[in-house]
């Protein structure tokens, strides 16, 4: 069974710092990962995927990671702002049903 | 395109009450999918379907039901609604299969069974 683990649970940071945010996965076979932002009662936004054969996926400020033989992303923010505080959501994708395994989300706080 | 739509945005229900939350994508995508999220807890899927006429069970699905009769519509059915079910329910929807089954989300719907 897919198990998604992401540490840290919750991060706070300072305007400005640059962070990484990590997921890790136990069943490789897996055919994309998607990165996620969820604001306090909202759905989900995308924010990046990877397919299983890519090795990374950037847009904007961020950049996302994929090494498939180890199990692991990262989520790579650069130059924070307040605005980027969410709770971020790792999910990779599997199965017949290409369902959605999730972790259970990094809470980052960026302070002004 | 208004993506996926899920309506009501917030209800309160007794234990017993039975009531459906609707799903509508205007993006023409075959699979659609259910999830509930659960206080500090990632989603977890309670049904699928690849495509209208067709469902399946996810991990979760006992005391749901849905049905699948056009491309845009998935509602999902509570029976007997029980304590266990408050949580926030989640729509999805992907245009395809494969490696690039990225999946879009509605707003969610918050459910409390009192």
């Known amino acids: 069974k897919q198990e998604v683990t992401q540490i840290p649970a919750a991060l706070s940071v300072p305007e400005g710092e640059n962070l990484v945010l990590n997921c890790s996965f136990t069943?490789?076979?897996?055919?994309?990962l998607q990165w996620f932002r969820q604001d306090p009662g909202k759905g989900l936004t995308s924010l990046l995927l990877?397919?299983?054969?890519?090795r990374e996926q950037t847009s904007g400020r961020l950049n996302a990671s994929l090494d498939k033989s180890s199990g692991r992303s990262t989520l790579y923010i650069a130059a924070s702002q307040p605005g980027d505080s969410a709770t971020y959501l790792c999910?990779?994708?599997?199965?017949?049903?290409?369902?959605?395994?999730f972790g259970k989300g990094t809470l980052l706080t960026v302070n002004p | 395109n208004a993506g996926v739509t899920q309506t009501p945005k917030f209800r309160i229900l007794k234990i017993g009450q039975s009531m459906t939350l609707q799903c509508t994508q205007d993006?023409?995508?075959?699979?659609m999918y259910w999830y509930r999220q659960d206080p500090g807890m990632g989603l977890k899927l309670i049904y699928y379907?690849?495509?209208?006429?067709?469902?399946d069970k996810g991990e979760v699905p006992n005391g749901y039901n849905v049905s699948r009769s056009t491309t845009e519509d998935f509602p999902l059915r509570l029976e007997l609604a029980a304590p266990s079910q408050t949580s926030v329910y989640f729509c999805?929807?992907?245009?395809?299969?494969?490696?690039?089954?990225?999946?879009?989300f509605g707003p969610g719907t918050r459910l409390t069974v009192l």
């Open positions: 990877i397919q299983s054969s890519q």
């Open positions: 999910a990779v994708s599997g199965g017949s049903n290409y369902k959605l395994t």
């Open positions: 379907s690849v495509g209208a006429g067709i469902t």
């Open positions: 993006m023409n995508h075959n699979y």
């Open positions: 069943d490789s076979a897996i055919y994309n």
């Open positions: 999805a929807s992907s245009p395809t299969s494969g490696s690039y089954n990225e999946q879009f």
